[in-house]
């Protein structure tokens, strides 16, 4: 039988800092991420069976392993006669995008019902009321965003602390904001990027789940990993006490390597950093 994917590499599920993540992340090939908790699919490099319901989707790039499933999945949505779907792409992407799927239409006979959303950074959309999703500046050889998830809380204003219910609720039914909103980064994901990202978006050290490629790991592929705008390992060591997320997932690794390779690789990172980071393989 021919195989998918490289041995040791295809499907993967797990868990970080409590958000599940689950996809495949080959660079060149094929990434997607499902979040369920997050309501959201990042990228369909394909569109397999179980992301078609997934009614919002963030697309980092026009790269197609990235965005090759998007006809496939807007098609398959209408055969199963699934809502509008919203499917976010970089703003200088998006007409071609559009075109794209408007081909695709008139080649097919059939209207989709998707959405494609132009995205530029400092959008904010709220995803649910808890919910925030705020576009992030990316660094690629293509026009590029990245996306960050945040959990929105409702808390009462300082100044009301401690006030009789009945006050407040006067102050509400007057029509004053009672609530104040705070903000806590779940997951930031800033697509293929090279190291400048870092630079252009601190948030990412701050998110409590950072999920970040690192195509590139051998001291030989440093020059690689400049020309084709991706991060190598050495550009987190060279950040290590940067990080204050509580987990790192990094991902779509290059074909080159084996998974043994990409585990070992990860071995060799400093103190904490090590520790709080993960690779997105299959479970060995
Ligand atoms: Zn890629
Ligand atoms: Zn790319």
Redesign the pocket.
Known sequence: MPQDYPPGRGRVSLEAAGIPIEGVSI??HE?FYKLPTLRTLLEFGRAPEDVVGYSTVCVSHG?L??AAGLAHYASRRRLAGLPTARVFVPAEAAPDASRWLEACERLERIDYDVEVVPASPGDRVPLRNDLALTVLPGRHRVPTVGYLFAEVRHKLRDDLVGKEGSEIAALRASGVEVTRTEELPLLAYPG?CSAEIFEACPELFRARVLLLECSFLFPEDRDRAREYAHIHLDDLVTRAARFENEAIVLT?FSQRYTAEEIRRSLETLPEPLRRKTTAFLPAA
Request: hydrophobic content about 10%; aromatic content about 0%; overall charge negative.
């Open positions: 660079a060149g990434s790269h392993d990235h293929d779509h």
